[in-house]
């Protein structure tokens, strides 16, 4: 089974700074994806950004950017220019395959302020 | 494009009662359905998956007898919780996917269920 790893609960950072969070997960698997959702205070799951295991670039949206490191399971996400409205939980989650039930398998989350 | 809705977005019931929670893709054809649990600054746990047509596909410890999920068309999906006791309460969010792009999966707003 697949596991996802986010280890730090809670983080804070300064407005306009760029922090990173972390993740890892644990597959045997060769083609899989990776995502960051952000649940602002209204609970609504929001897709960040996502990653297809098969691609080598790292994948970028705007302000997010992740570090995959496929040989090491890492899969960071750093905000660039941090604002107020990116105060959230953030998950990391894993998805197997392209199957038509494919599940997505969901970290703890962390709890991340951003600070004026 | 690709809109899940859920209603309610907020239901109180009382001990002993069933409630039951809507699941719709506005725009799209939902080839399967998911099910989740959170509980407050926890992370999402998936309860089952639904295919149009087909019965549901619950994950380890989900009592299925409790948790009636029915998908009964393509943009239409329902979860009854019955019996309902205050250990229910909870956050129950739904996401759907289609056969084509399997990858992604549209959240909704989620319900909040309190039960007295």
């Not at chain 2, 998911?34 to 596909?57: D, V």
Request: aromatic share 12%; net charge positive; glycine share 4%.
């Amino acid at each position: 089974a697949q596991t996802v790893t986010q280890s730090q609960p809670e983080m804070s950072v300064q407005e306009a700074e760029t922090v990173t969070l972390s993740c890892t997960y644990d597959t045997s698997e060769n083609n899989y994806y990776l995502f960051w959702y952000k649940q602002p205070p209204s609970r609504q799951m929001i897709l960040v950004i996502r990653q297809e295991a098969y691609k080598q670039q790292n994948a970028t949206e705007n302000r997010f950017s992740v570090n995959f490191q496929k040989a090491a399971k890492s899969f960071s996400l750093k905000i660039s220019d941090s604002q107020l409205g990116d105060t959230a939980m953030y998950f990391c989650a894993f998805m197997s395959g392209t199957g038509a039930n494919s599940k997505l398998t969901f970290g703890k989350g962390i709890t991340l302020s951003v600070r004026p | 494009g690709a809109v899940v809705s859920q209603h309610p977005s907020w239901v109180i019931c009382k001990s002993g009662t069933s409630v039951k929670i809507e699941c719709r893709s506005l725009d799209f054809q939902a080839t399967t359905m998911f099910w989740y649990r959170q509980f407050p600054k926890q992370s999402l746990m998936l309860m089952a998956t639904s295919n149009e047509g087909s019965k549901a596909t619950y994950e380890q410890g989900v009592e299925k007898d409790k948790f009636l999920i029915n998908h009964a068309s393509l943009t239409l999906s329902t979860l009854t919780v019955t019996s309902a006791h205050p250990e229910d309460s909870s956050f129950y969010i739904c996401s759907a996917s289609r056969l084509a792009r399997a990858y992604e999966q549209y959240f909704g707003p989620g319900t909040r269920l309190t039960v007295t």
